[in-house]
């Protein structure tokens, strides 16, 4: 077999076979396939797409080049879930201990932010003491002790698509379905879980731009996902405005409690109560509208935030700011944005609002840097509110006040004002 013949092939449109995937991504791994080939398999690959079973074919291949996770003694209790990426994506921090609080097993492996999205392990950072490198036997035995363990990717996972994404981020070759599709199922499939709950944005502020595209993404991680044996929901979301009314990462745990004790912004509050209801409902088995009333019972009883205390708490983190969340609005500096004319909100571009976060410390924009964990952006106004002249549209929160000059300069393109009130955003799209 010839990388070359293989790469010939996709980019005449035909169909690759089991063994020439696995032919291009193991000799990938082992130096004997270069970059410069394997990119131009990736264009091929984004000029003529791949079908169901080469799709499957790839994600096999690189899941199978490291590490995977057995969870098979939770059954079929084991969840979890993944959200496509987004500015203000606080939801594993709320779904999470709902559903850990319901009886599910929530083994979860979450990232590190970079750029413009947040990730959810610096947003538990942000609580002193907390541990996100657990060894293996800790992480398992606290999913089987209390039903909840978050930790930082400490295995080697799928490291095939770590190589293949750095070189699609160079290439412009990230934005294909197939590559998405695969990349990410294959990272979650190597973690365990029997069911997955996929948050599939779409939007501005996220890959997929346009509904009919974040369903084709959602097609294709469900049909592999279910050729691997797990079941898969997924929920098309909007990502034109940023979720909920906080972004930074003590900010983001701030408005998690706020959810979890039955005072969230509508629209963070409603998505995750389908997410975890979605999870739910294909975990335990019940039927989606029984599923629904657990959740918010969950939520309504304080089940679900004393999970969050005992989860944070079981990983060394400290809970004093779980019982009084005004805590985490502390940082030094504090000062409010302000609306320059009088309008009605028609746009708020969510990866402006992220830069402008991360311009105030809550974000890197390179890998190494350090986060300010008190950083961020207080939304004060929602997409289609009116604003007058001078009314505060932010609070901007940091530990360096030299910061807000370059921020606000960032919020001046993200906020768009419209004389006519703009038609109301859907929030979900549809379950599949
Ligand atoms: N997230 C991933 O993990 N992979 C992609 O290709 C895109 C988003």
Redesign the pocket.
């Given at each position: 077999m010839r990388i070359y013949d293989i790469i010939y092939k996709k980019r005449m449109g035909k169909t690759l076979t089991k063994e020439e995937i696995e032919f291009a991504i193991n000799g990938y791994m082992s130096g004997d396939v270069a970059d410069y080939q394997i990119s131009a398999l990736l264009m091929a690959i984004c000029f003529n797409s791949m079908n169901e079973q080469e799709i499957f074919y790839l994600t096999d291949a690189m899941m199978r080049s490291g590490d995977t996770v057995d969870l098979s003694r939770f059954g079929n209790l084991s969840v979890d879930k993944h959200s496509?990426?987004g500015v203000g994506d606080k939801t594993t921090l709320i779904v999470a201990p709902i559903v850990a609080s319901l009886g599910c097993k929530v083994a979860k492996m979450s990232g590190r932010g970079l750029g413009h999205t947040g990730g959810t392990v610096d947003k538990l950072e942000s609580l002193n003491g907390y541990r996100s490198s657990l060894s293996s036997n800790e992480f398992l035995g606290q999913v089987e002790k209390i039903g909840i363990a978050v930790t930082g990717q400490s295995g080697n996972f799928a490291p095939a698509?770590k190589k293949l994404?750095a070189l699609?981020d160079v290439t412009a070759t990230?934005d294909s379905i197939p590559?998405?599709a695969s990349?990410?199922m294959s990272?979650k499939l190597a973690s365990g879980a029997h069911s997955i709950v996929l948050d599939v944005k779409c939007g501005s502020g996220a890959?997929m731009k346009n509904e009919a595209d974040a369903k084709a993404l959602a097609s294709a991680m469900i049909d592999i996902g279910n050729k691997f044996g797990r079941r898969v929901r997924a929920l098309i979301t909007n990502m034109d405005v940023p979720l909920g009314n906080f972004v930074g990462n003590s900010l983001e745990v701030y408005e998690a409690v706020q959810v979890l004790s039955g005072m969230g912004e509508a629209n963070l509050t409603e998505l995750c109560i389908s997410l975890a209801s979605n999870i739910v409902s294909i975990s335990l088995g019940v039927d989606i509208d029984k599923a629904r009333e657990m959740v918010e019972d969950s939520i309504s009883s304080g089940l679900a935030l004393n999970k969050m205390k005992e989860w944070i708490n079981a990983q060394g983190g400290d809970i004093s700011p779980l019982n009084e969340p005004d805590l985490l609005l502390g940082a030094k500096f504090k000062k409010e944005y302000k609306a320059k004319s009088s309008g009605y909100i028609s746009k708020i571009n969510a990866e402006c609002v992220g830069i402008a976060s991360m311009l105030l410390g809550a974000g890197r924009a390179k890998k190494d840097d350090i986060i300010d964990y008190s950083a961020g952006i207080e939304l004060k106004c929602c997409y289609s509110d009116y604003v007058n002249q001078g009314d505060t549209v932010c609070v901007l929160y940091t530990s360096n006040d030299s910061l807000f000059n370059a921020c606000e300069k960032k919020l001046d393109e993200a906020f768009s004002l419209s004389e006519a009130k703009p038609e109301s955003n859907t929030l979900i799209y549809d379950t599949l």
């Open positions: 496509t990426g698509d994404y699609r990230v590559l998405i990349s990410i990272k890959f």
